[in-house]
T-cell receptor, first 114, second 115 residues
């Protein structure tokens, strides 16, 4: 079946370092991916998205890379800050006649050490 | 985007009781979604709520346990019925952005503890 999974459940980095969070997907027909950030006690917050006609998309301090050949995407956070500590999810909308519904990966807990 | 609020933000309930969670969106949306997030886990879709029709439930979730209302295009409720400690979770509602029908935006969640 379809799945969106993450390689590592936890990631610990030093403040100022760059962080890379990985995600694998299984549905080769997937054409849109979203990264969410969930801080403790809050709902998931949209960070950045990417469509399959792109290999890379940049936001503010974040970059998402998509490798369709190996069905892998990554979220890179530059100059990681303590406020980046959160769980990060990749999500893949599954399109149905009634609309899209999201399939979430397991999540990666990012901890930024001062 | 869409701004979504939920009430209550958290609650502690006794087993056997029911809790109704409210979700309000700042714009009219066709579809609203309810998710459950058990401790330390990812999000699992409970059901999709469309205005004017019955909610569509995912496998493992039934209407008797999680009745949903969708009285208008900006509001929905989820009731967790006859609660047990296994229902202790965060319950989240979401909706698509008004300009992007692929991106879902989430409310802050309702943290439920059942004793």
């Amino acid at each position: 079946g379809e799945s969106v999974g993450l390689h590592l459940p936890t990631l610990s980095v030093q403040e100022g370092d760059n962080s890379i969070i990985n995600c694998a997907y299984s549905n080769s027909a997937s054409d849109y991916f979203i990264w969410y950030k969930q801080e403790s006690g809050k709902g998931p917050q949209f960070i950045i998205d990417i469509r399959s006609n792109m290999d890379k998309r940049q936001g503010q301090r974040v970059t998402v890379l998509l490798n369709k050949t190996v069905k892998h995407l990554s979220l890179q956070i530059a100059a990681t800050q303590p406020g980046d500590s959160a769980v990060y999810f990749c999500a893949d909308p599954i399109r149905e006649t009634s609309g899209s519904r999201l399939t979430f990966g397991e999540g990666t807990q990012l901890t930024v050490n001062p | 985007s869409a701004v979504i609020s939920q009430k209550p933000s958290r609650d502690i309930c006794q087993r056997g009781t029911s809790l109704t969670i409210q979700c309000q969106v700042d714009s009219q949306v066709t579809m609203m979604f309810w998710y459950r997030q058990q401790p330390g886990q990812s999000l699992t879709l409970i059901a999709t709520a469309n205005q004017g029709s019955e909610a569509t439930y995912e496998s493992g979730f039934v209407i008797d346990k999680f009745p949903i209302s969708r009285p208008n295009l900006t509001f929905s409720t989820l009731t967790v019925s006859n609660m047990s400690p296994e229902d202790s979770s965060i319950y989240l509602c979401s909706a698509f952005g008004t300009e992007d029908t692929d991106t879902q935006y989430f409310g802050p969640g309702t943290r439920l503890t059942v004793l």
